[in-house]
């Protein structure tokens, strides 16, 4: 100690020497500074221009314009025998078949006139084809009404105001999502349905609403308007299910036994190695796997969220095993050295010291993993997921989709300009479960901290 | 009690001088004979150990240790770093399993119960052997799941009142319950160090070992909780046997009855305590106490 200082004091040249080098110091760690700053910038201004562009396209596809019309039942159209009833001593067989005889004597009613009439009815100085009225209203309309018909046949011969949902191109038109200035030969619309909508748009007839069938409907093609995400969503809970109940148990249990358990050998180095290389596989290659394996081989059905599932799984595996190990590791050998010392046998050790530690790293592992496996497209698309379904799958093995495949389907959907904006609202829509699912993994995560 | 801080601290500071058993670098004195002094009244023995060589893979930590470790008394491990003194003490509860490539030759015996016999369960030994490590280690539970959890895993109580009643027992004897008795049920990392290192006291004891293993357990503490802790050795030292492994050369001297020096992985001298502090037999065991290692 007292060599040193007596040195320095005795070279003056050591300390001009030294206030140099203490210059070119600062200097590099401003530099740093700034490069750091400079990144971070960068990356936050990517992320706001990222979200403001989704927000900005997808945001309006929440709002859809509905059409308020007086919808007249005209008798004259709808000619049905009254609605049957139960009769005395009229089997329930007999009830029901001629119950099916009346709904399909309804079915057959020209719906669609019904609301060509009743807009007609609205716009009563304006020249109006068939055609261009029907362009201004979703087709499934017409079901709608048949529904309202078939549940209260009393609405015959009466005027009942309704919200019909306007047509995607109606949409495209009010939104400006279409150059408005284009030709009659390119635009969407008939010119009469353009005015049409114009005019009832400015006198409040047609109004934005929410577009609640984003949420409650299923794909759709021929009533664009009306398509929703709900099948998309319930397919990606299922194979959300299916993920966390086999991919938590086995990756868990399989970090344990690696970490804790297996002899330290020439196989489970193996073995770690390849679980960190299946971790970079790109996933379409589990896509591939998983359509060789559990679709030809096993015959499990085409698009089926359980094959989904299972290939996420397949996916997430490794992410758990991973997280797990390295949870696992950071717990002090001092906790398993008390248990042991105690006589706590090695499991006793594991699950009653060293595991419960680790919980909050496993769940946000697993939380992890399950956004991932949630966000992810490719293997899906090999394993027919990107059919196109119109129905609620009611079990995992019923034909579904996901949500980002969805996404990726709406994305190539030839009516381009509906579908972009809506495509940015089912990546809102994404983005929102994302959010939450990260949202429940810090919750928690900091309830487990706090009880440990 | 004679127990001096300052002075306990300067001999720390003095009598460490590093030395890593290198058995390649030291000339091993072949055939020596670690330099025994019997007890002027002997005690029953307890454990005992014959020509116990350590491995860590290829390298060898303890050469032919032979010691008897007599029963209800304190004997107490002492030299420099290195030494092999927590090795050997880590033998005796078989922890040395849980170290990956350790492997450990020649006989242990306790009540001359082959302790490495193949048939024997570690976990029946570890509740007969209990341990109190260097740096307090408490779960990360509360003060009562810390005690409990021994009786409770070797099924010890028989009804909730029973588990009650050894907890505040042992806490009673490690000297702690007066200080915890109103938060039993908080955390045990919430407590000091001293607290905690007598609340892993008070979890071995639960168990109700006859033999307490104690690896340099004031080490990590200041003076006045080492105080609190070699006071409840002393105590203890009525009920069980138990062999504690310090640096502290103080320490040995308040709180043990026989002391064994380890030197390079080799017993220098084991004998009575006030005979090893005072006149001991082997040059290097006086270097050593003196401070004039190296």
Same mark, same amino acid.
């Given at each position: 100690?007292?060599?040193?200082?007596? /040195?320095?004091?005795?070279?003056?040249?050591?300390?001009?020497?030294?206030?140099?080098?203490?210059?070119?110091?600062?200097?590099?760690?401003?530099?740093?500074?700034?490069?750091?700053?400079?990144?971070?910038?960068?990356?936050?201004?990517?992320?706001?221009?990222?979200?403001?562009?989704? =927000?900005?396209?997808?945001?309006?596809?929440?709002?859809?314009?509905?059409?308020?019309?007086?919808?007249?039942?005209?008798?004259?159209?709808?000619?049905?025998?009254?609605?049957?009833?139960?009769?005395?001593?009229?089997?329930?067989?007999?009830?029901?078949?001629?119950?099916?005889?009346?709904?399909?004597?309804?079915?057959?009613?020209?719906? !669609?006139?019904?609301?060509?009439?009743?807009?007609?009815?609205?716009?009563?100085?304006?020249?109006?084809?068939?055609?261009?009225?029907?362009? =201004?209203?979703?087709?499934?309309?017409?079901?709608?009404?048949?529904?309202?018909?078939?549940?209260?046949?009393?609405?015959?011969?009466?005027?009942?105001?309704?919200?019909?949902?306007?047509?995607?191109?109606?949409?495209?038109?009010?939104?400006?999502?279409?150059?408005?200035?284009?030709? !009659?030969?390119?635009?969407?619309?008939?010119?009469?349905?353009?005015?049409?909508?114009? &005019?009832?748009?400015?006198? $409040?007839?047609?109004?934005?609403?929410?577009? /609640?069938?984003?949420?409650?409907?299923?794909?759709?093609?021929?009533?664009?308007?009306?398509?929703?995400?709900?099948?998309?969503?319930?397919? /990606?809970?299922?194979?959300?299910?299916?993920?966390?109940?086999?991919?938590?148990?086995?990756?868990?249990?399989?970090? +344990?036994? =690696?970490?804790?358990?297996? @002899?330290?050998?020439?196989?489970?180095?193996?073995?770690?190695?390849? +679980?960190? !290389?299946?971790?970079?596989?790109?996933?379409?290659?589990?896509?591939?796997? $998983?359509?060789?394996?559990?679709?030809?081989?096993?015959?499990?059905?085409?698009?089926?969220?359980?094959?989904?599932?299972?290939?996420?799984?397949?996916?997430?595996?490794?992410?758990?095993?991973?997280?797990?190990?390295?949870?696992?590791?950071?717990?002090?050998?001092?906790?398993?050295?008390?248990?042991?010392?105690?006589?706590?046998?090695?499991?006793?050790?594991?699950?009653?010291?060293?595991?419960?530690?680790?919980?909050?790293?496993?769940?946000?592992?697993?939380?992890?993993?399950?956004?991932?496996?949630?966000?992810?497209?490719?293997?899906?698309?090999?394993?027919?997921?990107?059919?196109?379904?119109?129905?609620?799958?009611?079990?995992?093995?019923?034909?579904?989709?996901?949500?980002?495949?969805?996404?990726?389907?709406?994305?190539?959907?030839?009516?381009?300009?509906?579908?972009? @904006?809506?495509?940015?609202?089912? +990546?809102?829509?994404?983005?929102?479960?994302?959010?939450?699912?990260?949202?429940?993994?810090?919750?928690?995560?900091?309830?487990?901290?706090?009880?440990? | 009690?004679?127990?001096?801080? @300052?002075?306990?601290?300067?001999?720390?500071?003095?009598?460490?001088?590093?030395?890593?058993?290198?058995?390649?670098?030291?000339?091993?004195?072949?055939?020596?004979?670690?330099?025994?002094?019997?007890?002027?009244?002997?005690?029953?023995? &307890?454990?005992?150990?014959?020509?116990?060589?350590?491995?860590?893979?290829?390298?060898?930590?303890?050469?032919?240790?032979?010691?008897?470790?007599?029963?209800?008394?304190?004997?107490?491990?002492?030299?420099?770093?290195?030494?092999?003194?927590?090795?050997?003490?880590?033998?005796?509860? &078989?922890?040395?399993?849980?170290?990956?490539?350790?492997?450990?030759?020649?006989?242990?015996?306790?009540?001359?119960?082959?302790?490495?016999?193949?048939?024997?369960?570690?976990?029946?030994?570890?509740?007969?052997?209990?341990?109190?490590?260097?740096?307090?280690?408490?779960?990360?539970?509360?003060?009562?799941?810390?005690?409990?959890?021994?009786?409770?895993?070797?099924?010890?109580?028989?009804?909730?009142?029973?588990?009650?009643?050894?907890?505040?027992?042992?806490?009673?004897?490690?000297? =702690?319950?007066?200080?915890?008795?109103?938060?039993?049920?908080?955390?045990?990392?919430?407590?000091?160090?001293?607290?905690?290192?007598?609340?892993?006291?008070?979890?071995?004891?639960?168990?109700?070992?006859?033999?307490?293993?104690?690896?340099? @357990?004031? /080490?990590?503490?200041?003076?006045?909780?080492?105080?609190?802790?070699?006071?409840?050795?002393?105590?203890?030292?009525? !009920?069980?046997?138990?062999?504690?492994?310090?640096?502290?050369?103080?320490?040995?001297?308040?709180?043990?009855?026989?002391?064994?020096?380890?030197?390079?992985?080799?017993?220098?001298?084991?004998?009575?305590?006030?005979?090893?502090?005072?006149?001991?037999?082997?040059?290097?065991?006086?270097?050593?106490?003196?401070?004039?290692? $190296?």
């Amino acid at each position: 100690m007292t060599d040193i200082t007596a /040195s320095s004091a005795a070279s003056a040249p050591n300390r001009e020497r030294i206030k140099a080098s203490l210059r070119r110091r600062q200097a590099a760690e401003t530099r740093f500074r700034a490069f750091g700053i400079g990144s971070v910038l960068i990356a936050v201004g990517f992320v706001v221009f990222l979200f403001s562009t989704i =927000l900005h396209d997808g945001l309006p596809a929440f709002w859809q314009p509905v059409v308020t019309v007086d919808v007249f039942f005209d008798p004259e159209i709808i000619e049905v025998d009254p609605k049957p009833e139960p009769l005395e001593g009229q089997s329930a067989a007999e009830f029901q078949r001629a119950s099916l005889d009346w709904q399909r004597q309804v079915t057959m009613v020209n719906w !669609n006139r019904i609301i060509q009439n009743s807009v007609a009815r609205e716009a009563p100085d304006v020249e109006l084809s068939a055609r261009e009225i029907q362009a =201004l209203i979703e087709s499934n309309e017409r079901y709608r009404l048949r529904d309202m018909f078939v549940v209260s046949p009393g609405l015959l011969g009466s005027t009942v105001p309704l919200e019909l949902l306007a047509s995607a191109n109606v949409d495209v038109w009010l939104k400006g999502d279409i150059d408005r200035s284009l030709g !009659n030969d390119r635009q969407q619309l008939p010119e009469a349905t353009r005015i049409l909508a114009d &005019r009832f748009y400015e006198d $409040g007839r047609i109004r934005m609403a929410f577009a /609640s069938t984003l949420f409650t409907n299923t794909d759709s093609r021929n009533a664009p308007a009306e398509a929703g995400l709900l099948g998309a969503f319930i397919g /990606s809970l299922y194979m959300m299910l299916i993920v966390i109940v086999l991919a938590v148990p086995i990756g868990v249990a399989s970090a +344990i036994y =690696l970490e804790e358990f297996a @002899p330290k050998n020439k196989i489970t180095d193996l073995i770690e190695v390849n +679980i960190n !290389n299946l971790a970079a596989v790109p996933s379409i290659v589990f896509g591939l796997l $998983g359509a060789a394996v559990f679709i030809n081989y096993f015959q499990l059905p085409l698009s089926a969220p359980l094959v989904g599932g299972l290939v996420l799984t397949l996916m997430t595996l490794p992410t758990v095993i991973i997280a797990t190990r390295a949870a696992l590791r950071a717990v002090p050998p001092s906790l398993r050295q008390a248990a042991l010392g105690l006589g706590a046998s090695k499991s006793q050790a594991v699950f009653h010291h060293v595991l419960p530690v680790t919980y909050p790293g496993i769940l946000t592992a697993t939380i992890i993993g399950v956004a991932q496996a949630i966000g992810e497209t490719a293997p899906l698309l090999l394993i027919g997921m990107n059919a196109f379904v119109t129905t609620l799958p009611t079990t995992p093995l019923d034909q579904s989709t996901a949500l980002p495949v969805q996404i990726f389907l709406w994305e190539g959907n030839e009516n381009r300009n509906y579908f972009e @904006p809506k495509t940015a609202a089912a +990546i809102i829509i994404l983005l929102a479960v994302m959010l939450v699912l990260n949202a429940i993994a810090i919750i928690l995560r900091s309830r487990f901290e706090r009880r440990a | 009690m004679m127990f001096n801080a @300052p002075e306990s601290q300067k001999m720390n500071t003095n009598a460490a001088p590093v030395a890593i058993a290198d058995p390649k670098k030291v000339d091993l004195p072949t055939g020596f004979k670690t330099v025994r002094t019997p007890d002027p009244e002997p005690r029953p023995v &307890r454990v005992h150990a014959d020509d116990v060589c350590v491995f860590y893979g290829s390298k060898q930590a303890l050469f032919d240790v032979s010691i008897d470790i007599p029963e209800k008394a304190v004997t107490a491990f002492i030299g420099p770093s290195g030494c092999g003194k927590s090795t050997f003490l880590r033998c005796l509860n &078989r922890m040395n399993d849980t170290i990956e490539g350790a492997r450990v030759e020649g006989k242990i015996t306790l009540d001359g119960e082959d302790l490495y016999d193949p048939k024997l369960d570690v976990v029946e030994l570890r509740a007969r052997i209990g341990m109190v490590f260097q740096k307090p280690n408490p779960f990360p539970k509360t003060i009562f799941e810390n005690v409990a959890y021994g009786p409770r895993i070797h099924g010890l109580a028989r009804s909730k009142t029973d588990l009650e009643q050894i907890v505040v027992e042992s806490l009673k004897k490690a000297s =702690l319950f007066n200080e915890v008795k109103d938060r039993l049920h908080e955390v045990g990392t919430g407590l000091s160090g001293g607290q905690q290192q007598r609340l892993c006291i008070a979890r071995a004891i639960a168990v109700s070992p006859e033999v307490i293993l104690m690896d340099e @357990p004031c /080490s990590a503490l200041d003076p006045i909780a080492t105080a609190k802790i070699e006071e409840l050795i002393d105590e203890l030292r009525a !009920n069980y046997t138990i062999v504690i492994v310090t640096h502290s050369m103080q320490q040995a001297a308040r709180v043990s009855q026989r002391t064994a020096f380890f030197h390079l992985g080799i017993l220098v001298e084991e004998g009575p305590t006030e005979m090893m502090f005072t006149s001991p037999a082997e040059k290097r065991t006086q270097d050593y106490i003196t401070g004039r290692f $190296g």
